[in-house]
């Protein structure tokens, strides 16, 4: 039973930057794609960071230069690093995963076709 467990939200004034991590189990589950998905009220969820099982990583057009996405493998943690925060990357982050590759193609937030398996509970972030 794959768990996803979210942490480090919090609120933050606009140009300021916070970190999330998730932590994966069981260490075991391997060959997929992570990612990082947020909701704000009112709003579809949306696709904000990729990381595949190759290391490759992918972001929507609204964070990239901002957002950093990365993995330790060692501690089994994915991670989102968010700078420069603006009022509308508020939302609730989601940390996300699912196979590598569908029909042969990669799955990344790039290519919109994420297949998500498993879901955190969510981090609150906002940002003012």
């Known amino acids: 039973h794959v768990q996803l467990v979210e942490s480090g939200g919090g609120s933050v004034q606009a140009g300021g930057s916070l970190k999330l991590s998730c932590v994966v189990s069981?260490?075991?589950?391997?060959?997929?794609?992570m990612a990082w998905s947020r909701q704000a009220p009112g709003k579809e969820r949306e696709g904000v960071a990729s990381?595949?099982?190759?290391?490759?990583?992918h972001y929507a057009d609204s964070v990239k230069d901002r957002f950093t996405v990365s993995e330790d493998n060692a501690k089994n943690t994915l991670y989102l690093q968010m700078n420069d925060l603006k009022p509308e990357d508020s939302a609730m982050y989601y940390c996300a995963a699912g196979p590598a590759r569908v029909g042969g193609h990669p799955c990344t937030v790039a290519a919109n076709n994420l297949k998500i398996d498993h879901w955190g509970q969510g981090t609150q972030v906002t940002v003012s």
């Open positions: 069981p260490t075991s589950y391997s060959s997929r794609t």
């Open positions: 990381i595949s099982d190759d290391g490759i990583t």
